[in-house]
């Protein structure tokens, strides 16, 4: 994560950051596949995400330490390099049959607003130069991936952080 941050005053600072991570993706569909059967079939997608937000930041400078919070909003692109999928594939007869089918599924870039919120302390070591800790959260829609599947759900991420700052 790279994060540039502005603080005015205690009440007023901002920061616009972008982040970038793995997000794979596993999908699992059901569907009816004769009388009284299911089938079940999966997906898995590589993935990564790239997260661009703006936060507003509060905080207090107490000697060496700032403690601040910040919440904000943005936008969370997933983009697909690939995926493979495995269906059973049924007939029906005096036995009932399955078997596995794999192969490559179709896959789409997907793009949701993301909310965020955190939490954490600068530490100043030097002049320019400290430690963050930070706990920082996000909430968007789970992304659409696959053309088959759209999931109409929300996801919750948290993550614990630790870096460190360079002041100018």
Same mark, same amino acid.
């Given at each position: 994560m790279l994060e540039l941050r502005h603080i005015s005053n205690p009440l007023v600072g901002y920061e616009v950051t972008y982040s970038y991570s793995p997000a794979d993706q596993d999908y699992i569909v059901t569907q009816?596949?004769? *009388? /009284?059967? &299911?089938? @079940? +079939? &999966?997906? %898995? *997608?590589?993935?990564? #995400? %790239?997260? =661009? &937000?703006g936060d507003w *930041? #509060?905080? *207090?400078?107490?000697?060496?330490?700032r403690p601040f919070a910040l919440g904000g909003i943005g936008v969370r692109i997933?983009?697909?390099?690939? +995926?493979? #999928?495995?269906?059973q594939e049924c007939i029906t007869s005096d036995l009932f049959i399955c078997e596995s089918i794999t192969g490559s599924v179709g896959t789409n870039t997907s793009s949701k607003v993301v909310f965020v919120y955190g939490a954490g302390l600068d530490w100043t070591l030097l002049? %320019?130069? /400290? @430690?963050? $800790?930070? $706990?920082?959260?996000?909430?968007y829609k789970a992304p659409d991936l696959v053309y088959? #599947? &759209?999931?109409?759900?929300? =996801?919750?991420?948290s993550e614990p952080m630790a870096g460190i700052f360079v002041q100018f």
């Amino acid at each position: 994560m790279l994060e540039l941050r502005h603080i005015s005053n205690p009440l007023v600072g901002y920061e616009v950051t972008y982040s970038y991570s793995p997000a794979d993706q596993d999908y699992i569909v059901t569907q009816p596949c004769s *009388v /009284g059967y &299911t089938c @079940l +079939g &999966t997906a %898995h *997608v590589n993935s990564v #995400a %790239h997260e =661009i &937000t703006g936060d507003w *930041v #509060a905080s *207090v400078k107490l000697t060496k330490l700032r403690p601040f919070a910040l919440g904000g909003i943005g936008v969370r692109i997933d983009v697909p390099s690939g +995926g493979a #999928a495995t269906a059973q594939e049924c007939i029906t007869s005096d036995l009932f049959i399955c078997e596995s089918i794999t192969g490559s599924v179709g896959t789409n870039t997907s793009s949701k607003v993301v909310f965020v919120y955190g939490a954490g302390l600068d530490w100043t070591l030097l002049a %320019h130069l /400290g @430690l963050r $800790f930070q $706990f920082r959260g996000s909430v968007y829609k789970a992304p659409d991936l696959v053309y088959a #599947a &759209t999931p109409n759900s929300f =996801i919750q991420t948290s993550e614990p952080m630790a870096g460190i700052f360079v002041q100018f």
